[in-house]
C-alpha cells in the first residue's frame, strides 16, 4: 500500500515523475516498490527529494502531517512556547526542508526526514526564544545539531517586513506565465532546456527570450515600488 | 550586461564560484556601478519568487493545520463525551449497588404498624375444612430476581400502604359468656383484636388437626406477616395455594405476593402481582395491578 498525494492537473505532464508512480483519479500514489512516507521509509527517499525538486507541494503536505504532533509533544516538551509558535516553526521548517530539496542542496539524506526537520524546526524555536526547559536527555536531533554545521544556516535571513511586502507586490503584478518562468528558473533552479520541455517551448531561444521580458518587467515593478 | 557576467552572477547565487571566480566577482562588485546593481537586482529576484512561493506554501500548510486541528478538536470533544458518559454511567452503577446490591440486613425491621380492625374485604365462599400436612413445604428462596428499582425502604413502603391482615365475617368471633373460650376462638380472638403475637403462641396450643388445617394456618401466615417475618408466612401461603382447599386462595395468594415483596424476591412478587392482575375472580386485581405499577 502507498501514500497518496492529491496533484493538481497540471503536474500530470511531468513525465519523469511519471515513471516513479502511477495515477488514477487524480491521486498520486507512490508504487510498492518505491519507499514509503512512514517513520523511516521517507528517509532513503531519493524519489520524495524528486517530487520535491520538481515542485510537488503536495509531498510536503504529507511530511507535514505526519510529524507535526510529534513535533509539537517534542518541542513542547523542550522550550517554553505556545502553539502558534510551534506552529511556525514547523511550516518554516518544512519550507526549509522544499527550498532545500527545491534547488539540489539536499540530494541525500544524511539523517532521516524527521530529524532534519525538527532540528529546523527547533532552531528556529531556539532562535525566537532562547528560553529551554531542562533536558535530561539527549536525541539523535541534539546529536545532528551539535554535529553538522549545515543545521547553523537556519533559520536563514529574510528581508525586513517592508521589503518583503513590496517584492510580493511586485510578484502578484506578474503574468501567471511569467510567475512560473520565473519559479521554475529561479526557485526550482531548472535549466534553460528543462523548462524548454516542461513548457513545450519551440526553442531555448524563444523561452530566454520570454524570460528576458519577465524579468525585465520585474525589476522594473521594483524600481516602481522603490519609487526609482 | 554581457551574457558573461550573467553566467558569474548566477553561479554565484548557486554557490558554484571558484576561488578565482569568486574574486573576480567582488572586483567587479567594487568597480562596476552596473554590475552592482544588477547582482542587487538578481538578488531582489530570487529573493521575490522565494517570497511567494513561500507564502504560497505556508498558507497552503495552515490551512492544513487548522483542519487538523479542528478535527483533533472534534475528536477530543468527542472523547471528553465518552469518558462523562462512561463516568456517569459508573456513578449510577454506583449507585444502584449502593442500594439494591448490599446484602439485606440480617435483623428483621420492625414490623410495620397495622390497623387491625378493618373487614371491609369480600366474604369468601364457605370452605370445607380438612387436614392437610403440616408447613415444612420448601423454604421460600433468597431474593435471587431482585430488580434494580425496589429498594429496601421502598419495599417496605409498598407494604405498608398495601398490606392488611385480612378480616372478614367469617373470622369475626362470637362472644361465649364467662366460660374461657376454647384455643381455637382464643387464638381467633387474638388475631382479631391485632394481638399477633399472643395469636401466634396461642396457635401453637391448637389440637394437631387445627393446625392442619389450611384456614387456621392461613390466619397463623397473616400473624407471621404482621409481625415482620414474611418468609415463613410465605412458605404457608404457598402451601395453601398448593392445596387450593382453603376459603381465603385469593387473599392468601395477594399476601402471598406482598410476603414475597417484603423479602426482595422481586421477581416473584412481579410474576405473582401480574397473576392477580390478570384474574378477573380476585379482588385485590386492581390493588395487583397499581402495585405492579408502582414496582416497575
Redesign the interface.
Given at each position: 500500500m502507498g501514500v497518496r498525494f492529491t496533484l493538481p492537473d497540471h503536474y500530470y505532464a511531468t513525465t519523469r515523475w511519471s515513471k516513479a508512480v502511477y495515477y488514477s483519479n487524480n491521486i498520486l500514489t507512490f508504487s510498492p516498490n518505491y519507499p514509503k512516507l512512514g517513520n523511516t521509509g521517507l528517509t532513503d527517499s531519493a524519489e520524495i527529494l524528486r517530487a520535491l525538486s520538481e515542485g510537488h507541494?503536495q509531498v510536503?503536505?504529507s511530511l507535514?502531517?505526519q510529524h507535526?504532533p510529534d513535533f509539537f509533544r517534542w518541542a513542547g516538551r523542550r522550550i517554553e512556547c505556545g502553539r502558534p509558535e510551534m506552529?511556525d516553526a514547523w511550516?518554516e521548517a518544512?519550507?526549509a526542508f522544499?527550498?532545500q530539496a527545491a534547488s539540489r542542496k539536499l540530494t541525500a539524506f544524511r539523517y532521516n526526514a524527521r530529524t532534519w526537520l525538527f532540528a529546523v524546526g527547533y532552531r528556529k524555536l531556539l532562535n525566537q526564544r532562547r528560553k529551554t526547559k531542562w533536558i535530561f536527555w539527549k536525541d539523535e536531533i541534539d546529536d545532528a545539531l551539535v554535529r553538522d554545521p549545515v543545521f547553523q544556516q537556519f533559520p536563514g535571513e529574510e528581508?525586513g517586513a517592508e521589503e518583503?511586502a513590496s517584492?510580493?507586490a511586485?510578484?502578484?503584478e506578474m503574468s501567471t506565465q511569467c510567475?512560473n518562468l520565473?519559479?521554475q528558473r529561479?526557485?526550482l533552479?531548472k535549466s534553460i532546456p528543462e523548462i524548454q520541455q516542461l513548457y513545450d517551448y519551440q526553442s531555448t531561444n524563444a523561452l530566454s527570450v520570454s524570460l528576458s521580458r519577465c524579468?525585465k518587467r520585474?525589476?522594473e515593478l521594483?524600481r516602481e515600488k522603490a519609487g526609482i | 550586461m554581457e551574457e558573461q557576467d550573467q553566467e558569474l552572477i548566477e553561479r554565484y547565487f548557486r554557490n558554484a564560484l571558484s576561488a578565482a571566480e569568486q574574486a573576480e566577482l567582488e572586483r567587479r562588485v567594487a568597480s562596476d556601478a552596473g554590475f552592482r546593481l544588477e547582482l542587487e537586482a538578481q538578488r531582489k529576484v530570487r529573493q521575490a519568487v522565494r517570497l511567494r512561493e513561500k507564502k504560497e506554501v505556508l498558507e497552503r500548510l495552515a490551512q492544513r493545520g487548522r483542519e487538523l486541528d479542528a478535527r483533533e478538536k472534534q475528536n477530543g470533544g468527542k472523547r471528553r463525551w465518552w469518558l462523562a458518559g462512561g463516568l456517569i454511567l459508573l456513578l449510577v452503577l454506583l449507585a444502584w449497588w449502593q442500594w439494591n446490591g448490599k446484602p439485606a440486613a440480617t435483623k428483621q425491621e420492625p414490623p410495620p404498624v397495622l390497623s387491625g380492625q378493618d373487614s371491609t374485604q369480600r366474604i369468601p365462599p364457605p370452605d370445607t375444612p380438612r387436614t392437610t400436612a403440616p408447613p415444612d413445604a420448601p423454604a421460600v428462596k433468597k431474593p435471587e430476581n431482585q430488580l434494580p428499582v425496589a429498594s429496601r425502604d421502598t419495599r417496605e413502603r409498598l407494604f405498608a400502604a398495601h398490606f392488611k391482615p385480612y378480616k372478614d365475617e367469617s373470622l369475626e368471633p362470637s362472644l361465649r359468656g364467662d366460660d374461657p373460650p376454647p384455643p381455637p376462638e382464643k387464638f381467633r380472638q387474638l388475631y382479631w383484636d391485632g394481638q399477633y403475637p399472643e395469636a401466634l403462641s396461642q396457635f401453637e396450643n391448637l389440637p394437631a388437626a387445627a393446625r392442619e388445617n389450611d384456614n387456621e394456618l392461613f390466619i397463623k401466615a397473616e400473624c407471621l406477616l404482621a409481625t415482620g417475618r414474611a418468609d415463613e408466612a410465605a412458605r404457608i401461603f404457598e402451601l395453601i395455594l398448593k392445596n387450593d382447599r382453603s376459603r381465603y386462595t385469593d387473599a392468601a395468594a395477594w399476601h402471598l405476593a406482598l410476603a414475597y415483596l417484603k423479602t426482595g424476591d422481586m421477581g416473584r412478587a412481579k410474576s405473582r402481582l401480574q397473576r392477580i392482575s390478570r384474574s378477573n375472580a380476585s379482588p385485590w386485581r386492581a390493588d395487583a395491578a397499581a402495585l405492579l405499577t408502582s414496582i416497575q
Open positions: 507541494t510536503l503536505q507535514y502531517e507535526r506552529e511550516q518544512v519550507f522544499y527550498e528581508p518583503q517584492l510580493l511586485s510578484m502578484e510567475r520565473l519559479r529561479f526557485f533552479e524579468l520585474l525589476k521594483f | -
